[in-house]
T-cell receptor, first 116, second 114 residues
Framework: NAGVTQTPKFRVLKTGQSMTLLCAQDMNHEYMYWYRQDPGMGLRLIHYSVGEGTTAKGEVPDGYNVSRLKKQNFLLGLESAAPSQTSVYFC???????????????FGNGTRLTVT | AQSVTQLDSQVPVFEEAPVELRCNYSSSVSVYLFWYVQYPNQGLQLLLKYLSGSTLVKGINGFEAEFNKSQTSFHLRKPSVHISDTAEYFCAVSANFGNEKLTFGTGTRLTIIP
């Protein structure tokens, strides 16, 4: 039981390059999330999904796209990377709403992205 | 919308001493409150949560938190810390209805001094 797995763990991009971050969960969770973590700013929600084939914008969606073609996978794409997107990206999943009683968020170990 | 304030960005504490990490929230509706912990080079994991009932909530690793509605606070405490408690701690809040998502605070880095 791997939980939430993120690939890659590290990546360096040049400005303007594109990349996709992959998140996979094996807990049959309906909800999946992408957060970015920046010093002094905590975690901010980029996009989320409430089920296969659905996506929605979070707090800071600009410059990112997502897809949830399969229930277990949630992809985060950067079409044209910018230095402001240098951050640590975390994927998380939950059984139901993140506030509900038996539905804590399960996090991956993060992807450290540097854009030069 | 709701917000969370963690006033202390860093808290150094001697081993076996008590610690309190402060969290205040703002919301116009009833909320659920959470503390998550992030150990070095790992993702976050749930430490404890307040949904309803007793205002004193006990979590893993000997931590507890008290919900104070009048002061809009949810401070985290541990009577005696260990080296293994070195981590970053995040307070989070969510409205208790609808499709509201968690809002995280900026985090408090707890450093245990041997």
């Amino acid at each position: 039981n791997a939980g939430v797995t993120q690939t890659p763990k590290f990546r360096v991009l040049k400005t303007g390059q594109s990349m996709t971050l992959l998140c996979a969960q094996d807990m049959n969770h309906e909800y999946m999330y992408w957060y970015r973590q920046d010093p002094g700013m905590g975690l901010r929600l980029i996009h989320y999904s409430v089920g296969e084939g659905t996506t929605a914008k979070g707090e800071v969606p600009d410059g990112y796209n997502v897809s949830r073609l399969k229930k277990q996978n949630f992809l985060l794409g950067l079409e044209s990377a910018a230095p402001s997107q240098t951050s640590v990206y975390f994927c998380a999943s939950s059984y139901g709403e993140s506030w509900s009683y038996n539905s804590p968020l399960h996090f991956g170990n993060g992807t450290r992205l540097t854009v030069t | 919308a709701q917000s969370v304030t963690q006033l202390d960005s860093q808290v150094p504490v001697f081993e076996e001493a008590p610690v309190e990490l402060r969290c205040n929230y703002s919301s116009s509706v009833s909320v659920y409150l959470f503390w998550y912990v992030q150990y070095p080079n790992q993702g976050l994991q749930l430490l404890l949560k307040y949904l309803s009932g007793s205002t004193l909530v006990k979590g893993i690793n000997g931590f507890e938190a008290e919900f104070n509605k009048s002061q809009t606070s949810f401070h985290l405490r541990k009577p005696s810390v260990h080296i293994s408690d070195t981590a970053e701690y995040f307070c989070a809040v969510s409205a208790n209805f609808g499709n509201e998502k968690l809002t995280f605070g900026t985090g408090t880095r707890l450093t245990i001094i041997p």
